[in-house]
């Protein structure tokens, strides 16, 4: 197998719009060798990358869009003050190796009043339509992210998730079965 210069210069181009952008959304991906997550400042900093290719981000106390961090890699350091730092903000963070997931976290809500609210709901028609709804809402943002990521490209063969948003509404809440 030969190595072509237009394919390395494609995997360049590649790295560099990837590792390229700082910018933040509400999911936050790492992923590389080497990744840092710490705390540096008071502030979540994060470093990923490839080679010679490394990104640096700072999500601050004050920033209030990023609600999860994804972290791929194999290798790499995530501070303990780091995992402190997002519970206490409420931004999840799952760990996964390649293999298998590592770990996860997820913010619990602090509010009593919410939770009990949350756990009777799935007893009224109400809360399983709501149920129904959040569900729904789920499944169609996981649909629109394969399309995006180029998985969902011919719409002629058939995928779990295509239309099961749809049927989401015609469910019965589980005490009416």
Known sequence: MTIDPADVSAWQTVLEHTYGTTKLSTVVVADGYGLQVTIRNGQLNIIDGVGTHRRHRTITRADRVVKRLVILGRSGTVSLDA????????????????DDVTATTTPTPKDARLRRSQALAAQTAPGNRIAA??????I??????????G?????????????????????????DT
């Open 133 to 138: 709804h959040l569900i729904g809402s789920k």
């Open 140 to 149: 169609t943002g996981q649909a629109s992210l394969l399309a995006d990521l």
């Open 83 to 98: 995992l402190r730092w997002c519970n206490a903000l409420e931004i999840g963070v799952s760990i996964i190796d390649g």
């Open 151 to 175: 998985c969902d490209d011919d719409s002629r063969t058939p995928h779990p998730l295509r239309g099961t948003h749809r049927t989401m509404g015609r469910t019965r809440p589980v005490h």
